[in-house]
């Protein structure tokens, strides 16, 4: 179930003046001559910083929020850039940007938080501008919010490179500092495939994500990836925390139309308690989409946030990973309602996917006394929910 974001607005976005270097320098005070010889490394979420759109008076034509953001950073500081984890060359300060867009009454309402970092990760500068425009202009928005940005930098910090020297890498360093920590970009599920403290969820659940967490009850745990799979989606985390509770996968039992599955997950998680969601259905069909590689279909209800959960048979082994449904509200524009029809990775693929990555895992014969009570016990001890930060 894929996080949500923005991309409603798209369709409907209007345009604005490409940035340039005639661009007044809004907020900065006549003696500061610009642009400040300094470097900065700017920072966005994978997801937000890639959105496009169309240049005015030119069409089939269009600019990330990333061009927009550097364009307007090199207006003030000398050097802008983008940082990305792994890079070499050092910078002097780090500038980190978390948008918000709310659409009221044919405006765009655009709040840009944003945090200046140098040596350390405790910012040196934390807030917030935000700015109105008409229409659903993304691209004027995010170039009049930076700018009052980039001038409260100026104002506030009086950066040069004495001040700052360009001493910071992310070579070796890593970005989480400077994610959004007061809540997760998008969430789904997972759930212990070992005693190690490994966990499986959908690779599109952790895809760009910075930082992730896992989190049962009241503890959390941070998560680090070690495989993934964007054919199968299916990703392997490591938390470093044993766990007691873990699901084993059915060994040499194919599946059987119609038999009987329990669904744990944590969905719609921004709506709903933070407890696990279990609902119970049946193997619909042995195949999934066309074209998908692996696929099972059943019918356990699943919402938002489900992706990355298990399927369970009642004898409790591992059947498959939850990863994706149908979109009714698509289909029903089409005329068609669909009603429960969800798809799972087949547990033999994510076996597969394991053993191509040297993870451990356990294969145990069906259970043929098992029944729902011995399912949900499984499934609900081992289940997490997987908490994605940019």
């Known amino acids: 179930m894929r996080r949500s974001c923005w991309r409603w607005l798209l369709p409907i976005?209007?345009?604005?003046?490409?940035?340039?270097?005639?661009?007044?320098?809004?907020?900065?005070?006549?003696?500061v001559r610009l642009p400040v010889k300094l470097s900065v490394a700017i920072y966005m979420p994978a997801q937000t910083r890639r959105w496009r759109a169309p240049v005015q008076g030119v069409f089939g034509t269009s600019r990330t929020l990333e061009d927009t953001v550097v364009s307007a950073g090199q207006i003030y500081f000398s050097e802008s850039h983008l940082a990305e984890a792994g890079t070499e060359a050092p910078f002097s300060l780090l500038l980190a940007l978390h948008p918000?867009?709310?659409?009221?009454?044919?405006?765009?309402?655009?709040t840009l938080n944003y945090a200046v970092f140098a040596a350390d990760s405790q910012p040196l500068l934390k807030?917030?501008?935000?700015?109105?425009?008409?229409?659903?202009?993304?691209?004027?928005?995010?170039?009049?919010?930076?700018?009052?940005?980039?001038?409260?930098?100026?104002?506030?910090?009086?950066?040069?490179?004495?001040?700052?020297?360009?001493?910071?890498?992310l070579k070796s360093r890593s970005l989480e500092f400077a994610v959004n920590h007061d809540k997760p970009w998008g969430t789904g599920t997972g759930f212990f495939f070992n005693s190690n403290g490994q966990i499986l969820t959908a690779a599109h659940v952790i895809h760009d994500c910075v930082k992730i967490e896992v989190k049962r009850d009241d503890k959390v745990l941070p998560a680090k990836l070690l495989a993934a799979s964007n054919v199968v989606d299916v990703a392997?985390?490591?938390?470093?925390?044993?766990?007691?509770?873990?699901?084993?996968?059915?060994?040499?039992t194919p599946l059987e139309l119609g038999e009987p599955v329990t669904n744990v997950?944590?969905?719609l998680?921004?709506?709903?308690?933070?407890?696990?969601?279990?609902?119970?259905?049946?193997?619909?069909?042995?195949?999934?989409?066309?074209g998908?590689?692996?696929?099972?279909?059943?019918?356990?209800?699943?919402?938002?946030?489900?992706?990355?959960?298990?399927?369970?048979?009642?004898?409790?082994?591992?059947?498959?990973?939850?990863?994706s449904t149908l979109n009714a509200a698509a289909l029903a524009k089409?005329?068609?309602?669909?009603?429960?029809?969800?798809?799972?990775?087949?547990?033999?693929?994510?076996a597969k996917f394991l053993q191509k990555n040297a993870l451990t895992f356990t294969s145990v014969e069906a259970n043929p006394h098992g029944d729902a009570h011995t399912a949900n016990q499984a499934a609900l001890g081992a289940v997490v929910s997987v908490q994605c930060y940019e």
Do not use: C
């Not at 976005?13 to 003696?31: E, H, N």
């Not at 918000?100 to 655009?110: A, D, H, P």
């Not at 925390?241 to 060994?251: C, D, E, K, V």
């Not at 998680?269 to 066309?290: C, E, F, H």
């Open 13 to 31: 976005l209007l345009t604005a003046a490409p940035v340039s270097a005639d661009t007044p320098a809004a907020g900065v005070p006549k003696d």
């Open 292 to 323: 998908a590689v692996g696929q099972f279909q059943f019918s356990a209800p699943i919402q938002p946030g489900a992706s990355g959960g298990p399927v369970v048979s009642d004898g409790g082994e591992l059947l498959g990973v939850t990863v």
């Open 334 to 350: 089409q005329g068609t309602i669909p009603q429960n029809v969800n798809f799972a990775l087949e547990a033999r693929y994510v």
């Open 236 to 252: 392997a985390l490591d938390t470093g925390t044993a766990s007691t509770a873990f699901l084993s996968f059915r060994r040499d």
């Open 100 to 110: 918000e867009i709310k659409g009221e009454s044919g405006r765009l309402v655009y």
């Open 127 to 169: 807030s917030s501008e935000a700015v109105t425009v008409n229409g659903f202009d993304v691209d004027h928005a995010t170039l009049q919010a930076t700018q009052q940005v980039m001038a409260t930098m100026i104002n506030g910090l009086h950066p040069d490179e004495t001040k700052y020297p360009p001493v910071l890498s």
């Open 265 to 267: 997950s944590f969905p």
């Open 269 to 290: 998680q921004s709506i709903l308690a933070a407890t696990p969601n279990l609902t119970r259905g049946n193997v619909s069909s042995r195949g999934g989409l066309t």
